[in-house]
């Protein structure tokens, strides 16, 4: 079983940063996929960015390309997300997501991810 546990939502002005980090416990030998996935009020979960920790491939959707960034810590076992550049449109609760998938680039669908955070909550005002 993996316990993943996501931390440093804030409220933050248009243009500003933040980084989310994501602690990751448990059996975590097999966690190869890890995600980032944010979901708004209304809207369905989306894949934000994406992870293949023995390849290091990375997948971005095109809506954070060039603003965020996702990296890892094996030694530590954290994802993080680098996002800069916020805009209102970001407003959302984001997800750290594993998943046993052998696959690179790395999947942006939920469907392929198994073992999801509780989120933490970015707000970005204009």
């Known amino acids: 079983q993996v316990q993943l546990v996501e931390s440093g939502g804030d409220s933050v002005q248009a243009g500003g940063s933040l980084r989310l980090s994501c602690a990751i416990s448990?059996?975590?030998?097999?966690?190869?996929?890890m995600g980032w996935f944010r979901q708004a009020p209304g809207k369905e979960r989306e894949g934000v960015a994406g992870v293949f920790s023995r390849g290091g491939c990375t997948s971005y959707a095109d809506s954070v390309k060039g603003r965020f960034t996702i990296s890892r810590d094996g030694a530590k076992n954290s994802l993080y997300l680098q996002m800069n550049n916020l805009q209102p449109e970001d407003t959302a609760m984001y997800y750290c997501?594993?998943?046993?998938?052998?696959?690179?680039?790395?999947?942006?669908?939920?469907?392929?991810?198994?073992?999801w955070g509780q989120g933490t909550q970015v707000t970005v005002s204009s």
């Open positions: 997501a594993t998943s046993a998938r052998w696959e690179c680039p790395a999947s942006l669908s939920k469907d392929n991810y198994n073992s």
């Open positions: 448990g059996y975590t030998y097999d966690r190869y996929l």
